[in-house]
């Protein structure tokens, strides 16, 4: 029987091998969590074009009614919550109302309000906001990779920032 002559031995031996396995995982920790950032932005873009569209529909039915005729104008708003918005129409926000939309935050998304009571109210009408208060005109929306913030002027136009 013939024994291996260990001078021609080939392989790894089980450092290298370590070695090469922490770098693969390293790599592999770093990519993860590069390739969980973009998914967190597009969840904060969505939510945020979501309630902007939302807030122009609600200052779109204050101006011209449900139906498009002057005799159904009323006024309209959202109520923000930390989890949710609800869209409501009428002078006062009613929980118990039926006719309410509420929008639920989307996963790991949260809203806050400066308005007064979280209530964003639109006049019948003109579409101005009712009751506006310079510098209690923002919504805030937060995610865990960005914060938006969204301000809405006297007479309803928005921005983003």
């Known amino acids: 029987m013939r024994r291996p002559n260990p001078a021609n031995q080939s392989g790894f031996t089980l450092v290298e091998m370590l070695v090469v396995v922490g770098i693969i995982a390293i790599l592999f920790g770093l990519s993860a969590v590069t390739l969980g950032q973009p998914q967190a932005n597009v969840n904060s873009q969505d939510a945020t074009e ?3 569209a939302n807030i122009k529909n609600q200052q779109l039915f ?7 005729s002057g005799s159904t104008q009323q006024p309209a708003g959202l109520f923000i919550q930390s989890s949710q918005y609800t869209l409501y ?7 118990a109302n039926s006719y309410n939309y509420v929008v639920a935050a989307p996963t790991n998304t949260s809203f806050s309000s400066t308005f007064l009571g979280g209530l964003l109210l639109f006049n019948k009408g003109a579409g101005d906001v009712n009751s506006f208060v310079g510098g209690s005109n923002t919504i805030t929306v937060t ?19």
């Open 50 to 52: 979501t309630l902007v």
């Open 143 to 161: 995610t865990s990779a960005r914060t938006r913030i969204i301000t809405v002027t006297r007479y309803g136009a928005v921005t983003v920032t």
């Open 62 to 68: 204050a101006m011209v009614g449900t139906t498009g």
């Open 89 to 95: 129409t009428g002078a006062t926000y009613s929980g």
